[in-house]
């Protein structure tokens, strides 16, 4: 079974100000991560993945995040907030189910609020 | 604009009274996922189709609700009996079957509110 953590339920920054929200996963196999933003009364959009290629990985609108497997974490980061960034985050994990499904597993989001 | 339609988008309901959800994937993504979104929550995990075969059901939250995907393409979440904690945002996604590096694509949800 896999399972992800995200810890911190707000988190809170200026404009222009490093971005950092925090995303722990448990996985029995070498997982597939995800981060996904999810703007209101909206569906999910994807921001970034980690397939086993590079560890550091570039999504779109300049976040980022970096595959640690032995801190078992997937860090998302943007150097310089803006306005638009505010929305709510999920980090998630996919790997192989017993049964052998891929079942994407989410975690409880992060909401990110920025300041003028 | 994923790709992913949801129909419909808002459906009120008073209790006790059954609901259906559509989903119309990708065109040619085998894979289908429901989810239920509840407020400050991630998305829940529900079923998960592979084609038409329902490959994952065992999370379903109770016999009340079910799934299908008749041909393959698009899918209909059922609700019987709703009951006012049913109230949530449901989500689709698909994904391709080829390889592994793939995301789910969602769709914009369909918010139940049970009264």
């Known amino acids: 079974a896999q399972s992800v953590t995200q810890l911190g339920s707000h988190v809170s920054v200026s404009e222009g100000a490093l971005v950092l929200l925090r995303c722990n996963y448990s996985s029995s196999v070498p997982p597939y991560l995800f981060w996904y933003v999810q703007y209101p009364n909206q569906g999910l959009q994807l921001l970034l993945k980690?397939?086993?290629?590079?560890?550091l990985v570039k999504g779109i609108n300049g976040f980022e995040a970096e595959f640690k497997k032995s801190e078992t974490s997937f860090h998302l980061t943007k150097p310089s907030a803006h306005m638009s960034d505010a929305a709510e985050y999920f980090c998630?994990?996919?790997?192989?189910?017993?049964?052998?499904?891929?079942?994407?597993?989410f975690g409880r989001g992060t909401s990110l609020i920025v300041h003028p | 604009d994923t790709g992913v339609s949801q129909n419909p988008r808002h459906k009120i309901t008073k209790r006790g009274q059954n609901v259906t959800f559509r989903c119309d994937p990708i065109s040619e993504h085998n894979r289908l996922y429901w989810y239920r979104q509840t407020l400050g929550q991630g998305p829940e995990f529900l079923t998960y189709f592979q084609n038409e075969a329902q490959l994952e059901k065992s999370r379903l939250l109770s016999d009340r609700f079910s799934a299908e995907r008749p041909k393959g393409s698009f899918s209909t979440l059922e609700i019987q009996r709703t009951e006012q904690g049913d109230s949530a945002m449901y989500l689709c996604a698909t994904e391709p079957l080829r390889g592994r590096n793939t995301e789910a694509f969602f769709g914009q949800g369909t918010r139940l509110t049970v009264v």
């Open positions: 980690y397939t086993s290629a590079a560890t």
């Open positions: 998630a994990v996919s790997g192989i189910e017993p049964g052998g499904s891929y079942i994407p597993t």
